[in-house]
């Protein structure tokens, strides 16, 4: 994968091509990390990775992808983040007998889609509760936020158009409720205390490769930017019925966080080490970020990575594979998801997004590897904007983006695999 800055608008990249040539190539913002990936001359296992690492004043992180003979290390005493290869650590490392190839990691940018920074978000209005449309109780869900969850019943509140839904209630009046199936959110973490998803969540599935622990929690920060997994968990696996938020798309299924997207840079490993985690106890993963949507980068996922995707779907689910769902990206007529290897690849399933009236949001890239439209938030109207859980107990009706719809589909899959 070429990673260059490049106009990826599909007319203007054309014209400028035609016009200029081939656009010039310039150096990724890419930085060098203090975390290597360090291949053995064979499997001699983690003991031996652990006491490599020690002797050269490294800390072992772990295996690659569960392989025994390559490991993660980090470098507690260099900078996370430098402009040059720290070439005295990387021979150090390569004068060891046992050690075959070292990489030092670069570090890249992966933007979660659909979040608005806060001055945006300052200038939002509350949703105003008068201006919607209360909905007739029948045999729906009782949960007090069922009703905004237009994408599961649309009845025409907010200017939707009626029936222009997943049409899961007719799943679930058949009894698929996406039992038996877990889904990893892929992404800054997961509230896993949340009264809505606690008994949905799935602790031996879920891990947190931002701090290298069990414990995918989100980290605080005053503007709830880590609130993102949250919103994305919630719309899959939300219980049903218990006076908490809306209801999730699978609210049988459980969710699993893997909380990668919050530290300085991504790097490869980062990337694989989430794609590859667990995957015969995870069925599909879904990712809602990826390369700047700013219609000029190129990107997509590194060589690692790139294994651990197409180890997943050949091998994933004790050989029936895992489903990677992926966000088509927010970059609207200025961007293109060819651009976005992760969103174009064969590999995975991407996800472009609809609004209540059945328009294309404003946000959607178009490309050829979309494979479906789900639903998210209309337009430039924030009162139709995705209800589901938020951090700390809290229940948001504005999640939104490509976002937004990526598990959506995640939850359409895992009743799918139910059934
Ligand atoms: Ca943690
Ligand atoms: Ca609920
Ligand atoms: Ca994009």
Redesign the pocket.
């Known amino acids: 994968m070429v990673r260059r800055r490049a106009a990826c608008a599909p007319l203007a990249g054309l014209l400028l091509t035609m016009l200029l040539g081939p656009p010039a190539v310039q150096p990724a913002k890419e930085v060098f990390t203090n975390t290597f990936y360090v291949q053995l001359k064979g499997p001699h296992g983690a003991d031996k990775a652990h006491e490599i690492a020690k002797r050269s004043g490294f800390e072992n992180l772990g295996s690659v992808l569960g392989s025994p003979h390559e490991f993660h290390f980090v470098h507690r005493g260099l900078s996370a983040a430098r402009t040059k290869r720290s070439v005295p650590h990387l021979r150090q490392l390569k004068a060891h007998p046992l050690v075959r190839r070292v990489v030092q990691q670069t570090g890249f940018s992966r933007q979660k889609r659909g979040f608005r920074p806060l001055r945006q978000r300052r200038g939002y209005k509350p949703l105003r509760v008068e201006n919607l449309v209360e909905l007739e109780p029948h045999k729906d869900p009782t949960?007090p936020f069922f009703k905004y969850q237009w994408y599961l019943k649309n009845t025409g509140q907010n200017g939707g158009k009626p029936k222009l839904d997943l049409n899961v209630e007719a799943a679930w009046a058949q009894g698929i409720t996406g039992r038996n199936v877990t889904t990893a959110i892929m992404d800054d973490g997961v509230d896993y205390m949340h009264p809505?998803l606690r008994e949905r969540f799935n602790a031996e599935a879920s891990y947190d490769f931002s701090s290298n622990d069990p414990f995918p929690y989100p980290r605080y920060t005053d503007d709830w930017f880590n609130s993102h997994g949250t919103r994305c968990a919630g719309e899959v696996s939300?219980?049903?019925d218990?006076g908490?938020?809306?209801?999730g798309i699978a609210y049988n299924s459980r969710v699993a966080g893997i909380r990668m997207l919050d530290q300085p840079y991504m790097t490869d490993l980062i990337e694989a080490n989430s794609m590859g985690h667990e995957p015969n106890l995870i069925d599909i993963y879904s990712a809602s970020w990826g390369p700047t949507d700013d219609g000029e980068t190129v990107d997509g996922p590194r060589n690692a990575t790139m294994r651990a995707i197409v180890r997943g779907v050949n091998e994933g689910r004790h050989g029936l594979g895992n489903i990677y769902v992926w966000a088509s990206g927010d970059g609207g007529e200025d961007d293109d998801c060819n651009c976005d290897g992760y969103a174009a690849s064969m590999w995975t399933i991407s996800i472009n997004s609809a609004i209540n009236d059945g328009e294309n949001a404003h946000y959607d890239e178009s490309c050829s590897s979309t494979i479906a439209s789900t639903f998210s938030n209309g337009a430039k109207d924030p009162t139709t904007g995705v209800a589901t859980t938020d951090l700390y107990g809290q229940c948001t009706k504005t999640h939104s983006g490509t976002s937004a719809a990526a598990p959506e589909a995640a939850g359409v899959f895992a009743l799918a695999l139910e059934a």
């Not at 908490?244 to 209801?247: A, R």
């Open positions: 949960d809505d939300a219980a049903r218990n908490v938020c809306g209801v």
